[in-house]
């Protein structure tokens, strides 16, 4: 069983930048493709981007190619988001999730922490 804690959520100004960090604790991250979501109030969860165990590839969702970066370190059994160019529309809850193959839909994904708030004024 693994347990995923994500923070570095906050409050940022249109065009901030922020980084979520999503730790692994119980076993190493290290085989598993992880996958950020998020979840605005009244919408349904949302893939943004995923990794896969090695680190060689990444996915990204539309709305945030380009501005977002998904990382990990395996040494750290952590994985990163860095946001860049924050709009008002990334405004939700981000959760990290690790799974066993390489998805997009929160369905394939068996571990997931609890979620940090991301608010981003305008």
């Known amino acids: 069983q693994v347990q995923l804690v994500e923070s570095g959520g906050g409050l940022v100004q249109a065009g901030g930048s922020l980084k979520l960090s999503c730790a692994a604790s119980g076993r190493t991250l290290s085989s598993n493709p992880v996958g950020w979501f998020r979840q605005a109030p009244g919408k349904d969860r949302e893939f943004v981007a995923a990794i896969s165990w090695s680190g060689s590839s990444t996915y990204y969702a539309g709305s945030v190619k380009g501005r977002f970066t998904i990382s990990r370190d395996n040494a750290k059994n952590t994985v990163y988001l860095q946001m860049n160019s924050l709009k008002p529309e990334d405004t939700a809850v981000y959760y990290c999730?690790?799974?066993?193959?390489?998805?997009?839909?929160?369905?394939?994904?068996?571990?997931w922490g609890q979620g940090t708030q991301v608010t981003v004024s305008s």
């Open positions: 999730a690790a799974s066993y193959e390489f998805g997009v839909l929160p369905f394939e994904y068996d571990y």
